[in-house]
């Protein structure tokens, strides 16, 4: 069983930075896509960005630029280093694993990103 636990999340002004880790216990880390993703208050779940086993790195639009997403296999954790962060950030952030091999995937239990004006 792979647990998820993020961390980092937390009240910034406009244009701060934050950054989020996330710990994956058990499980074999260095196979995982691991994805960071996010949902605001009545809106869906958005991928912010993920990094493939082999370190490509995709991000979605309104974040190139800003977030950078980065794994350490070694310590089994994925962070998100988020700059020049807007209110439109706002959301809970979700860290997700994902074994392409099998279709597997778990979620961690979110952390929240608050950015006010």
């Known amino acids: 069983q792979v647990q998820l636990v993020e961390s980092g999340g937390g009240l910034v002004q406009f244009g701060g930075s934050l950054r989020l880790s996330c710990a994956a216990s058990g499980g074999i880390f260095n196979v995982y896509t691991m994805g960071w993703h996010r949902q605001a208050p009545g809106k869906q779940r958005e991928l912010v960005a993920n990094i493939q086993r082999d370190g490509t790195t995709t991000y979605v639009d309104s974040v190139k630029g800003r977030f950078t997403i980065s794994r350490d296999n070694t310590k089994k954790t994925v962070y998100l280093e988020m700059n020049s962060l807007k209110p439109e950030d706002t959301a809970v952030y979700y860290c997700?694993?994902?074994?392409?091999?099998?279709?597997?995937?778990?979620w961690g239990q979110g952390t929240q990103v608050t950015v006010s004006s």
């Open positions: 997700k694993a994902f074994w392409s091999t099998t279709g597997w995937y778990s």
